[in-house]
């Protein structure tokens, strides 16, 4: 749902309900999130830090 809203501006009503934290402007959470290489090494940041923190 956040890859079709946020690259191809295919925006249903309550997409973004639908995905959740995944559909916030300005966070690189996944693929959808991803437009150059520094968008791509944010959401590898954020992917990193989220399995750190779920080890601890």
Excluded: H
Excluded at 19 to 29: K, V
């Amino acid at each position: 749902m956040a890859l079709l809203a946020k690259q191809l501006r295919v925006r249903p009503p309550g997409w973004e309900a639908a995905a959740g934290g995944y559909a916030e402007e300005g966070t690189f959470r996944s693929v959808a999130d991803v437009q150059d290489r520094q968008s791509l090494a944010k959401v590898r940041a954020f992917k990193k830090a989220q399995k750190a923190s779920a080890k601890t």
